[in-house]
């Protein structure tokens, strides 16, 4: 992209990083609540393109270009601002005056692209896929199937004190006695820490940290699938303490593990 909307984009994202470390700081934890409710939203969306939507247009709930709308058989309303995000270019790097080959090496870069929020358009019905509305139904199956895919044994458990589940590396335990949206989320919750905070050498982060980015990822996900579900997005509050790179480094994590689970739960094309 060139210069000036290179750094139109950059100060966009500061901007927003910037807001949501002296909301948190001042004990505001709204916009966090919103960056990570858009994450169920736009869970294919990189953190910063998430960033970029939210801070242009807090109400955004599908997004889309020009011509995407147009295929769908709706049209952008006159006048209408766009959005503004980051989407990735491949070059092929070839000398000036030969012709392109199959072997010259890709390069990707970035440029500004334009996209409009549902509420900017007319025209069609889009179809809505079935909200679950307090059912997980078959959804909690599909979790297990990842589960197992990813070599965790999971286990039921009346045997965990007060907790409601548990994480060990490699395998999870959930209590026996949860009603089906508490049984979704705690595997969810569980999962979360298998694939954020277990490595080769043990277990990452504080517990205050672990605890509060497996509980953004089961909001992500159980609100992905019409859940309603609390999120324990205030503890944010005293976590980074201005460190804008390790807060985006955190919610880059949330979103990517949320993804990966809500990416098995539906078909790509929903």
């Known amino acids: 992209m060139n210069t000036e909307k290179t750094d139109h984009v950059k100060q966009l994202i500061d901007q927003g990083l910037k807001s949501l470390v002296e909301n948190l700081e001042a004990g505001k934890s709204e916009q966090l609540t919103a960056y990570i409710t858009a994450m169920a939203k736009f869970h294919r969306y990189s953190f910063r393109n998430i960033m970029l939507i939210v801070s242009q247009f807090p109400e955004a709930s599908q997004v889309a270009g020009f011509r995407a709308w147009k295929k769908l058989g709706r049209y952008v309303k006159k006048s209408e601002q766009s959005i503004t995000i980051v989407a990735p270019v491949v070059y092929r790097n070839t000398d000036k005056g030969e012709s392109k080959s199959q072997d010259d090496e890709p390069s990707i870069r970035f440029r500004a692209a334009h996209v409009f929020d549902l509420s900017q358009t007319d025209g069609d ?119 804008t790179e390790l807060l985006e480094a955190s919610l880059n994590g949330i979103r990517k593990t949320a993804s990966e689970i809500i990416t098995a739960l539906k078909p790509e094309d929903e």
């Open 125 to 243: 019905p889009l179809p809505h896929p079935a909200e679950a509305s307090g059912d997980p139904k078959d959804y909690t199956e599909d979790v297990k199937t990842l589960v197992a895919a990813k070599g965790i044994v999971l286990e039921y458990s009346d045997d965990l004190g007060t907790a409601e589940g548990a994480s060990s590396g490699g395998k999870i335990r959930i209590r026996a006695d949860l009603s089906p949206a508490a049984e979704f989320s705690v595997l969810v919750h569980e999962l979360a820490h298998e694939m954020l905070h277990w490595t080769d050498q043990g277990l990452t982060g504080t517990p205050t940290i672990r605890e509060t980015e497996a509980e953004a990822v089961a909001y992500i996900v159980s609100n992905a699938i019409g859940l309603e579900s609390n999120t324990a997005s205030s503890d944010y509050i005293q976590l980074y303490k201005g460190d």
